[in-house]
């Protein structure tokens, strides 16, 4: 019942996509876009040098929109060639694995194995002491090493966006140079270290850290994969419909 209502949701959202994509190039004509008179527009080649030449040519020249939508067809073409290739590959590996794995020959071997690593453990922890670090220690370090990471993420965002928004990293103010973007980056890693220094817990991580055997959200992942896809034909569709004639 569960798959089931996934299918069903994913295809209406897959019908939504289609639906408002369609929509989105007819939309003009509709309204009466199509009875304007068109700007003049010239047709835009693009040529790609063959690495080894063809039919005695060395390249190749194409209309723009004829390329887009050849790549259009091709990407998703190698990525599902590519998806099965890797599943039977997968599938081939996982049969010979369990025919493996259930051999006599193999279980006998791996229990005799198990017997001589335990019995060598043990002998090492007859001679040896443990030197394993206490938990304060890792669960201490674990908040360290969080709150550096996260820090540095904040640090190349905040840098990220203030080259976008100041492409020298520099403002006059009062009639001084500033630079803008160091002092961006000192704000958001600063406000970030309030946060992490109120927030941020050894218990909280390991709260977290639990939740990474949840199951993989395959659907979420269908509906990205469609809504790329979709995005990528309507594309394709609407180039070849404004296409100069």
């Known amino acids: 019942m569960k798959n089931k209502q996934s299918l ?7 019908a939504i996509l289609v639906g408002s994509g369609i929509l989105t190039i007819l939309l003009p004509s509709l309204l009466g876009g199509g009875s304007s008179t068109p700007l003049p527009s010239e047709t835009t080649t693009v ?18 929109w004829q390329w887009m939508l050849g790549l259009a067809l091709l990407i998703p073409a190698l990525v599902i060639g590519a998806g099965l290739t890797l599943a039977i590959i997968y599938i081939l590996l996982s049969r010979l694995v369990a025919k493996t794995t259930s051999s006599t020959n193999y ?7 198990e017997q001589r690593q335990n019995q060598k453990v043990s002998k090492m922890r007859e001679t040896r002491p443990t030197s394993a670090a206490p938990e304060s220690t890792w669960r201490r370090w674990s908040v360290i090493t969080t709150a550096i990471s996260i820090l540095m993420f904040v640090a190349f965002i905040t840098l990220l966006f203030a080259s976008v928004a100041f492409p020298s990293g520099q403002i ?5 140079i500033v630079n803008i973007a160091s002092i ?16 941020l ?15 993989i959200p395959w659907d979420f992942i269908a509906v990205v994969l469609s809504g790329l896809l979709v995005v990528g034909l309507g594309i394709g569709v609407i180039a070849i419909l404004n296409a100069p004639q």
Request: hydrophobic share 55%; no cysteine.
């Open 8 to 14: 069903i949701t994913w295809l209406i959202i897959f």
């Open 47 to 64: 040529t790609v040098l063959l690495p080894v030449p063809i039919g005695g040519q060395s390249e190749i020249t194409l209309p723009s």
């Open 107 to 113: 279980q006998t071997k791996t229990t005799a194995l």
């Open 172 to 176: 006059i103010r009062n009639d001084a």
């Open 184 to 199: 961006m980056v000192l704000i958001t890693v600063g406000v970030a270290l309030l946060v992490l220094v109120l927030w």
């Open 201 to 215: 817990r050894a218990d909280r991580i390991n709260a977290i850290n639990r939740t990474e055997t949840m199951a």
